[in-house]
């Protein structure tokens, strides 16, 4: 059973910036894509980045965009979410979850959507881990 455990939340001002962490283990062979999704309050879930296992290719969302960087480390198991120049508006919980192939190829946005569909399989959560970006 593929488990994902996330680290590196906590409370910082605007402008500064934090690490997060999400260490895998278990096989990832049926899951292609790993993904940080944010559920901020009052508000719905949304894709923040992905990575895609076969080829590196990456996706960020157009509200992180130059201020957040996935990486992925398979040496560690380990998927990292960089998170620079951080605003009130980042505050949320951020889960990190592997998603299987979908029925059809498509982009590597459309790999980490949670609520797009057409995933062959169960994605796989997280427990999250909490951002607070405050002064």
């Known amino acids: 059973q593929l488990q994902l455990v996330e680290s590196g939340g906590g409370l910082v001002q605007p402008g500064g910036s934090l690490r997060l962490s999400c260490v895998v283990s278990?096989?990832?062979?049926?899951?292609?894509?790993i993904g940080w999704i944010r559920q901020a309050p009052g508000k719905e879930r949304e894709e923040i980045s992905c990575i895609s296992s076969s080829d590196g290719n990456t996706y960020e969302a157009d509200s992180v965009k130059g201020r957040f960087t996935i990486s992925r480390d398979n040496a560690k198991d380990a998927v990292f979410l960089e998170m620079n120049s951080l605003k009130p508006e980042d505050t949320g919980v951020y889960y990190c979850?592997?998603?299987?192939?979908?029925?059809?190829?498509?982009?590597?946005?459309?790999?980490?959507?949670?609520?797009?569909?057409?995933?062959?399989?169960?994605?796989?959560w997280g427990n999250g881990t909490q951002v607070t970006v405050s002064s």
């Open positions: 979850a592997a998603f299987p192939p979908l029925v059809r190829t498509s982009t590597v946005e459309a790999m980490c959507n949670p609520d797009g569909g057409g995933h062959m399989g169960k994605i796989i």
């Open positions: 278990g096989s990832t062979l049926d899951y292609p894509a």
